[in-house]
Structures are given as structure tokens and as C-alpha cells.
């Protein structure tokens, strides 16, 4: 359903992402790479919010490249960014309901469904998701997304910062939101351990560039180190 | 009791004017509020917006005799367009840019007017505008009465746009913009969109003005009134659709109205060191707000509270 094919991107002069080719069906995908790797510079892009220097991008058989990221959203694509991805000023509650296109009543249902996915968020519908622990703004701002009806969910480092037992948890919670809503997910992490433990296939990204693209159980510890120049 | 009177009323015309400017900075802090406060574009041409409003109006009334409603449609129609062309441009700019180019949009507006003379007249002036209708004695009050309820109207749609599915969505494009891009509606048509409403509304502001100068001169339209009317925003709450109320009524009201009318100060007092020291107190108060208070007396926006809305979807 997703295809990224000779993607180069990056800021200005710099390219971060150096011809990327992949492929993602329905299927949890982890992205891992050290720190400056390039995993939210590639999010980022597949989310249009940075222009491609070249390549193509394609889901569901529509060219997404160089289209704007409203657009995007719109084509069933949810960006959960790794910082700042909720909307401070507004209440829980009109996190999820803002910029929906949802009808009035599927909204309803739609939220029902994401305070039974995130039971921790039913008491704080009327907080101001500014005053949130991370925790609760993670579990917003995933939650925010999939409001938008999304096919593909782009997760730039879900639980970084999280206790370890909340990680645990927010990992089940991707796991669930891939096989009962039937969305695709691409997921960057640093913690390679957790995050192959819920993804079907992981790519390695090493300074812009794929190191290995393989399943996740197959991944090695050697292949890692490899990635993550250790 | 007849002496009160004349103490309370003792100069009906100059409580009347100072009444009017009072109406103006609230209306058009309420809808700065909703540029700023809510969308966080920091407008900071308000002057022009309002201004070509109020010459659009004297222009068709004094050359071409247009009616007052023909006038005034045409008058939100000039703020409407100078928003929505000031809203393309300012879009994919930053914080200063975003000043920077209203009070380029404002500063145009004032040289163009200023510097025109067959239709603007010029630094002569251009007039002159009478109201309406004339109902003799009343008429100043009845439009002050027509002021109060366009503000009023003003203050009602601040209020449910606040509550609004649209007010969500310049709320959350006003805070994190960057997020908002991900969302399904294009960041740039909701800034080009509040900016061409919102300056409609300060375009008939404006036109609503013409009758009450009855001449009009590029004077008018300085940085002063924009200055006025952000210190009075700021200081009431820019995030609350009553801020610029209660800031313009401590400030324009208590100053260049009770102050004046009611306090005997020494006419030498009054024209020299009064709107310096005026002055120097609204800055002093900006500063303490700022330090104190960054959101204003009224402080942040009121967003359904606890109480409302539990089972509200
Ligand atoms: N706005 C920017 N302008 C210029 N360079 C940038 C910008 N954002 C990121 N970079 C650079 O791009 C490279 C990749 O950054 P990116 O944020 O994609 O890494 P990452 O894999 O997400 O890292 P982390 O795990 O720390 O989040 C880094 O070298 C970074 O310095
Ligand atoms: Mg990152």
C-alpha cells in the first residue's frame, strides 16, 4: 500500500535521507537508527511537511510526493510527530475532534473507541492538553491522529521519554491499534528491543541510508550495532 | 439633581465622542482578538484595515453620492480584500514577519491616502459625511446606540466561534501550527480566511466612523488607533472575546473619558502633560501585565469546563 522509491530529502543544502527505497503493506513497520539517523526528516517527508529533492512516494497507488501535507492527511495518512503533537490551548476532547471531517455521529463512535483504547484519557476529556504528563500527551496525539481516519500511521518515537512500564503499555496499545482497526503503521524508535518486539519488519537507517530492511525477528544484534556504528 | 446632571452630562458631545472611540477600540480589539488571540496572527496594521474601510466610505459618499448601505457593503468589502491579500502574504511567515508586513500593510494605506488628492483630498481632508438619517438632537445618540449594538453583535460571534468546530481550528492552527499542517484543512485558506473576515469587520468599522468625524484626514488613521487598540487587547485578555472590553474601558474609557470629563484638572495640565503621562502609564501597565499577566486581566481562554459537556461530543 505504501511505496517510497529513490527518496532523497533533507533541509536546505543538506541531504539527510540519501535514496531510500522501501515498501510497507498492513503491517507494523519500525524504522531504527541512532540519533541524527534521518527518522524524523523521513517522516516528516512521507507526511509532506518537507519537499522531496527526488524520488517518488506512492499510497494506495496515488502519487503522494509534492502534494500538500493537508492533502495527505486527507488521503488517510496520520503523522503523530515526536514532539509537540497535540494542540495546547485546546481540551483533550477537541484535540481529537479538531479538523475532523468525520460526520458528527461517527465522531462520537470514533472517540468511544479511543478512550477504550487509551482508558487513561476518559477522565481528562475536558483537560487542556497542555497541562498533560507526557504520557497522557502521547496517548492524545496518537489518538488525535487516528480521529482522521487513518490508514497509515506515521509514529515518530511514540514513548521516547515514557517510564518503562507506560512503554510496555503504549506498545500493546500500537499492537492493537494495527490488528483491530486494520492500520498500517510505520514506527521510528531508538529502543530497538521493544519496538521489534511489536513490529513485523524493521529497517535499519544508518546517516540517511538503509542498512537492512528484514523481518523483525530476523534482525541481529550484529546487523544493529552495525546500523547504530557501535 | 439637576446638578448632577449637568455633572455626569455636563458636556454631552465630548462624552458622546469619547463614547464612540471607546466603541471602536472594542470592536475592533474584538475582532484583533480573534486574529491574535485566537489564530495568533499579531496584526499590527489595524489602522489600515479600518482606514480603508472608513475612505472607501467617504470616498463613494462625498465623490460619487452611494448610499450608506451601498457605502458600507463597499467599505467591509475594502478590508475584506486588503485581509485576504494581507493573509496570502503573511501565511508563511514568522512572528515578526507577520508584523512587519501589516504595519507595511497600514503604513501603504496611510501614504497612498496621504499622498492621493483627487479622491482622498490629501492632508486637506475629505468630507464632508453626514449620518444617515437625522432625527434631530438624538441622532448623535442614536448612532452611538447603533455602535453599541454592532459591537455587541461583534462580541456575540467572538463568543461562538469560540465554541465552534472553525474556532477549534484556529485555535489549534494559533498554537501549534506545525501540527496543524497535518491536519485535513490547508493551514494557508484558514489564515487567509479569518484575515479577509476579520478585516471585514474592521473595514466597516470603519465606515461606520465616517459619520461621526465628518471629515475625514490620514491623521486618522496613524498607529495610534492600532496602538490603542493592542494595549487595550493586551491588557484585558487577548484570549478572551471580553478583553478588549474591559482593557479599552480602563484605558480609553477611564483616561480619555472620566479622567477628562470628570476630574477639574488645569487645562495647561490637560493638553501638556496629561497624554504624555497617559502614555506613560499604558506602557507601564503593558509591562506589568506582560511580567505578571502575559494572557491579560481576564487570563486564558475559557474552554469547556468540567462541568459542560462531559457527554458532549
Ligand atoms: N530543520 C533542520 N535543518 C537542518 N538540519 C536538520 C534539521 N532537522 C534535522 N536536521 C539534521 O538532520 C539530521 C537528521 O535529523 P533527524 O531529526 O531526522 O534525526 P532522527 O533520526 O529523528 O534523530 P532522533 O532519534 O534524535 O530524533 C541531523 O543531522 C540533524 O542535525
Ligand atoms: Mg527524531
Redesign the pocket.
Known amino acids: 500500500m505504501f511505496e517510497a522509491s529513490g527518496v532523497w530529502t533533507g533541509?536546505?543544502d543538506?541531504d539527510?535521507i540519501k535514496g531510500l527505497d522501501f515498501t510497507v503493506g498492513e503491517e507494523v513497520f519500525a524504522i531504527l537508527?541512532a540519533?541524527?539517523?534521518?527518522?524524523?526528516?523521513l517522516l516528516s517527508a512521507i507526511a509532506g511537511l518537507l519537499p522531496l529533492t527526488s524520488g517518488h512516494i506512492r499510497f494506495n497507488g496515488e502519487t503522494i510526493s509534492g502534494i500538500p501535507p493537508w492533502r495527505i492527511a486527507a488521503l488517510g495518512i496520520g503523522f503523530v510527530p515526536?514532539e509537540r503533537g497535540v494542540f495546547p490551548d485546546l481540551t483533550v476532547l477537541d484535540n481529537l475532534r479538531v479538523g475532523g471531517l468525520v460526520a458528527k455521529q461517527a465522531r462520537g463512535e470514533r472517540i468511544d473507541e479511543i478512550m477504550e483504547l487509551f482508558p487513561a484519557l476518559a477522565g481528562l476529556r475536558n483537560q487542556r492538553a497542555g497541562t498533560l504528563s507526557g504520557g497522557e500527551t502521547k496517548m492524545v496525539a496518537a489518538g488525535r491522529a487516528l480521529m482522521q481516519d487513518a490508514r497509515l500511521l506515521l509514529m515518530d518515537?511514540p514513548t521516547a521519554g515514557l517510564s518503562p512500564l507506560y512503554v510496555e503499555n503504549f506498545f500493546d496499545r500500537i499492537r492493537q491499534i494495527h490488528e483491530t482497526k486494520q492500520v498500517a503503521i510505520i514506527i521510528?524508535e531508538?529502543n530497538a528491543t521493544k519496538a521489534l518486539e511489536v513490529a513485523d519488519r524493521a529497517m535499519v537507517l544508518s546517516l540517511g541510508e538503509a542498512m537492512t530492511i528484514v523481518d523483525a525477528h530476523d534482525l541481529t544484534t550484529d546487523q544493529l550495532r552495525k546500523g547504530y556504528k557501535i | 439633581m439637576s446638578a448632577v446632571w449637568d455633572y455626569l452630562f455636563g458636556s454631552p458631545a465630548f462624552l458622546i465622542f469619547g463614547t464612540y472611540t471607546l466603541m471602536m477600540i472594542v470592536g475592533l480589539g474584538i475582532l484583533l482578538h480573534l486574529q491574535l488571540g485566537v489564530t495568533g496572527i499579531g496584526n499590527f496594521g489595524v489602522a489600515g484595515f479600518w482606514g480603508a474601510g472608513l475612505y472607501t466610505f467617504g470616498i463613494l459618499q462625498v465623490h460619487y453620492d452611494v448610499g450608506f448601505w451601498l457605502a458600507l457593503l463597499a467599505a467591509t468589502a475594502a478590508g475584506g480584500v486588503l485581509g485576504a491579500i494581507a493573509g496570502w502574504v503573511i501565511a508563511d511567515l514568522d512572528d515578526d514577519g507577520v508584523l512587519a508586513a501589516t504595519l507595511a500593510v497600514a503604513t501603504i494605506v496611510f501614504l497612498a491616502i496621504e499622498s492621493e488628492k483627487d479622491f482622498t483630498g490629501g492632508r486637506v481632508g475629505l468630507g464632508t459625511i453626514d449620518f444617515p438619517f437625522d432625527i434631530g438632537e438624538r441622532t448623535d445618540l442614536a448612532w452611538l446606540a447603533i455602535l453599541f449594538g454592532v459591537t455587541g453583535l461583534l462580541l456575540w460571534y467572538a463568543r461562538r466561534v469560540h465554541r465552534s468546530p472553525y474556532g477549534r481550528l484556529l485555535i489549534a492552527t494559533g498554537t501549534n501550527e506545525p501540527l496543524a499542517r497535518s491536519l485535513r484543512k490547508p493551514v494557508k485558506r484558514t489564515k487567509v480566511g479569518i484575515m479577509a473576515l476579520t478585516s471585514a469587520g474592521m473595514g466597516a468599522l470603519g465606515g461606520l466612523y465616517g459619520p461621526i468625524v465628518h471629515f475625514l484626514f490620514p491623521t486618522q488613521l496613524t498607529v495610534a488607533i492600532t496602538v490603542s487598540v493592542i494595549t487595550a487587547l493586551v491588557l484585558g485578555g487577548q484570549q478572551r472575546p471580553w478583553g478588549a472590553f474591559i482593557g479599552a474601558v480602563l484605558t480609553v474609557g477611564l483616561f480619555d473619558i472620566a479622567i477628562k470629563l470628570y476630574v477639574p484638572l488645569p487645562r495647561e495640565v490637560l493638553e501638556h502633560a496629561f497624554p504624555v503621562t497617559k502614555q506613560i502609564i499604558f506602557g507601564a501597565l503593558l509591562i506589568f501585565v506582560l511580567l505578571f499577566r502575559p494572557l491579560g486581566i481576564l487570563g486564558r481562554m475559557r474552554r469547556e469546563r468540567h462541568v459542560k459537556g462531559l457527554s458532549r461530543v
Open positions: 533541509y536546505d543538506i539527510v537508527g540519533n541524527g539517523a534521518g527518522k524524523t526528516t515526536q518515537e521510528t531508538q
